[in-house]
């Protein structure tokens, strides 16, 4: 839903702003979207440590542990917002590459996203609470109204002003909303939590102590992956965001798919794995072979098709300047989808620390590369250094969850991981739309074949049939 709405309201929202304003409203997407990060991990030790509770059937430590968390947060993220407040003339009027005439309205707007820090830091606690109760339906729902509010505000703004200040205002207030939702929803879960509101001090060290390494993770993992479309507003221009952020806003939508999937497997992973851990194996498995037979064909379609897909979304601009980025996203992101479960998988069964590391060590060297190649080679040498970090991080987490889960790269693996290579690169080499339709039909037909006849067993291929029958 989010993504449909996004293919929908963008380009209105490019129209209505501008390229300038909507890079800089991208970068407020981020802020109001993504930085729950600043609840320093204790949101996932949340759901972990509670997930455990209730395997272990005691539910009434519960109210403790989740009101203890919810101050731990408020004062965290509290700092975090005095710290970007005092930042904010900074960033506006020195390290961004902003306008002159736009740079009193973006640093009113920035002063507010400052503001709505704690809101959605505090939000990512309450969600990780359903999450450890696999309230999986309510979450969905509530998701999907943010996700659409995400885009939709904006374009009702549009109706009265262009003011990143307004439309920023609404933006927070939405995620206010978003925050009630949530806490109405853990009121109705968790028994006594509106009674025993208390801040135990005792389960600071334990909360603190799991939540050290998600810390790191927070910390290093959101630079990572946000640093890009900074680094296009500080070295090149608030414009350039436009023409790289756009794509990238409609790719990682696709995330929601493994994030959907990991949502469940998380406290699944911490539930199961010391006591089944065959049981832990087999979610793993499936995970990643859902994520693939979902994301593969989405994508591989989106890269046959993207300078005629541009075209019709966005016009012919972005035909030139971001079809070469949408592929390079394309490929990144179903790689990312993969990633995302075995970095579940470590964080679920108690080892953040290994995350935390890796992406200590992959820092300065992507900083390092990021910003050299921005400077000479743009959004397109930005969308390589981010193509090439994905990928290396996906092939470590995977040879590091081997230590702890027993699956095999067996030659089935092999042969899809050549397939998907072969036929992701095919559309940098065609140009012609007419073979690209062929060999889209022809790669289908392949990508079909295999998964049938190879990955999937028979009672996932029952379970398929069963449903095409009820339609």
């Known amino acids: 839903m989010?993504?449909?709405f996004a293919i929908v309201l963008i380009p209105p929202l490019i129209k209505g702003l501008g390229d300038e304003r909507f890079g800089i409203l991208t970068l407020a997407w981020i802020v109001i979207g993504y930085f729950s990060f600043?609840?320093?991990?204790?949101?996932?030790?949340?759901?972990?440590?509670?997930?455990?509770?209730?395997?272990?059937?005691?539910?009434e430590e519960i109210p403790g542990i989740f009101w203890t968390s919810f101050f731990l947060i408020i004062c965290i993220s509290l700092i975090a917002t005095i710290g970007l407040v005092l930042l904010n003339h900074y960033l506006v009027y020195h390290l961004f590459n902003i306008s002159k005439d736009l740079q009193k309205e973006v640093l009113q707007a920035f002063y507010i996203l400052a503001l709505s820090i704690p809101v959605v830091t505090i939000t990512a606690g309450l969600r990780g609470t359903l999450e450890a109760y696999q309230k999986f339906a309510a979450i969905s729902i509530i998701r999907i109204i943010l996700g659409v509010l995400t885009f939709l505000v904006p374009v009702l703004c549009l109706i009265f002003t262009t003011?990143?200040?307004?439309?920023?205002?609404?933006?927070?207030?939405t995620r206010i909303i978003i925050f009630f939702l949530y806490l109405i929803q853990c009121f109705k879960l968790v028994?006594?939590?509106?009674?025993?509101?208390?801040?135990?001090?005792?389960?600071?060290?334990?909360?603190?102590?799991?939540?050290?390494?998600?810390?790191?993770?927070?910390?290093?993992?959101?630079l990572i992956i946000y640093l890009d479309r900074f680094l296009i507003g500080i070295l090149i221009s608030a414009e350039a965001i436009t023409y790289y952020a756009t794509p990238y806003e409609v790719m990682t939508k696709l995330l929601l798919i493994p994030a959907a999937i990991i949502g469940v497997l998380f406290p699944a992973f911490s539930a199961t794995y010391h006591s089944d851990r065959t049981f832990s194996e087999k979610l793993f498995n499936r995970g990643v072979k859902y994520s693939f037979v979902i994301i593969f064909p989405i994508v591989l379609l989106i890269m046959f098709f993207t300078p005629?897909?541009?075209?019709?979304?966005?016009?012919?601009?972005?035909?030139i300047e971001s079809s070469f980025v949408l592929r390079i996203l394309c490929v990144g992101v179903l790689v990312n989808s993969l990633a995302h479960l075995p970095f579940s998988l470590l964080q679920g069964i108690g080892r953040p620390d290994i995350v935390g590391k890796l992406q200590l060590f992959e820092l300065p060297v992507f900083v390092s590369l990021l910003f050299i190649v921005t400077k000479n080679y743009g959004i397109n040498g930005v969308?390589?250094?981010?193509?090439?970090?994905?990928?290396?991080?996906?092939?470590?987490?995977?040879?590091?969850?081997?230590?702890?889960?027993?699956?095999?790269?067996?030659?089935?693996?092999?042969?899809?991981?050549?397939?998907?290579?072969?036929?992701?690169?095919?559309?940098?080499?065609?140009?012609?739309?007419y073979a690209r339709v062929i060999s889209i039909i022809i790669f289908y037909t392949v990508f079909i074949l295999i998964v049938w006849n190879y990955l999937l067993v028979d009672e996932e291929k029952n379970f398929i049939s069963s449903k095409l029958k009820a339609s």
């Open 2 to 4: 989010p993504l449909l």
């Open 38 to 59: 600043f609840d320093f991990g204790i949101a996932r030790s949340l759901t972990k440590i509670i997930a455990e509770k209730i395997g272990l059937n005691q539910s």
């Open 163 to 173: 003011s990143l200040v307004w439309i920023v205002a609404f933006l927070t207030l």
């Open 191 to 222: 028994d006594n939590l509106k009674t025993k509101i208390k801040f135990d001090l005792s389960l600071v060290k334990p909360i603190i102590k799991l939540s050290s390494w998600m810390t790191v993770s927070n910390l290093a993992g959101p």
């Open 308 to 319: 005629e897909g541009l075209n019709i979304w966005l016009g012919k601009n972005f035909v």
């Open 383 to 433: 969308a390589i250094v981010w193509l090439f970090r994905i990928i290396i991080d996906a092939v470590i987490l995977f040879f590091i969850s081997k230590r702890f889960l027993n699956y095999k790269f067996d030659y089935l693996i092999n042969v899809l991981i050549g397939f998907s290579i072969f036929a992701l690169s095919f559309p940098f080499f065609i140009e012609n739309l």
